[in-house]
């Protein structure tokens, strides 16, 4: 990862996140949660994030930021056949690393996806951050650019158990639901029509 001292920088990071950002989001919960008759958030822009801080500020729309998965595979799979496409809402910025064989597209997950007959579609840590209402409408703009028989769509996030999750999870499953309207999804959810 790397020193000491840049480990203790994240370790302090993340400490300060948590009391800045987390606590007094948790602990709007449960005014927010009887407003909303305990139902989950739908929107980015409503959550209990939103009450804490007195904002209307939602969720960025994050997409392969500066390729890490791409460059492990490549790493990996050097000469793999086929065009290799980072998509994010920012451009990748020109670098060494982005010229290592994978081309960078400015891209929102919310249009139509513009990269046709792909052979995989790959997500990574996406549909976590999203309400079903937006997930279904990440998965209504790639199905039609896929090819039947050919195409697959691999995601890659956390699946919970239906019963018994690990407590630190179910933590982060509230994190995720009160701050950007998200949800640790299990199996069964996943297998949900997608409307």
């Known amino acids: 990862m790397g020193t000491g001292g840049e480990k203790a920088g994240l370790i302090l990071n993340g400490t300060a996140f948590r009391y800045d950002f987390g606590l007094p989001t948790l602990a709007a ?4 949660y009887k407003r909303a008759h305990f139902r989950s958030p739908t929107e980015d822009t409503d959550t209990p994030f939103q009450q804490a801080f007195n904002t209307d500020l939602g969720n960025e729309v994050p997409s392969g930021g500066e390729g890490y998965y791409i460059k492990t595979f490549l790493k990996k799979f050097p000469h793999a056949p086929g065009r290799m496409v980072l998509q994010d809402i920012h451009q990748a910025k020109e670098t060494e690393e982005l010229r290592m064989g994978f081309e960078s597209m400015k891209y929102n997950f919310f ?16 549909f976590t951050d999203w ?18 028989g050919y195409s697959k769509l691999i995601i890659n996030d956390v699946i919970l158990p239906d019963t018994g999750c690990h407590w630190q999870h179910a933590a982060l499953d509230m994190i995720m639901m009160s701050t950007l309207s998200g949800i640790y999804r299990t199996k069964g959810d996943f297998r949900t029509p997608s409307g």
């Open 29 to 32: 919960g449960p005014d927010y």
């Open 111 to 126: 249009d139509p996806q513009p990269i046709r007959g792909a052979r995989i579609y790959y997500s990574h840590f996406v």
């Open 131 to 148: 309400a079903d209402p937006h997930c279904r409408r990440i998965l209504r703009n790639t199905a039609p650019a896929m090819t039947p």
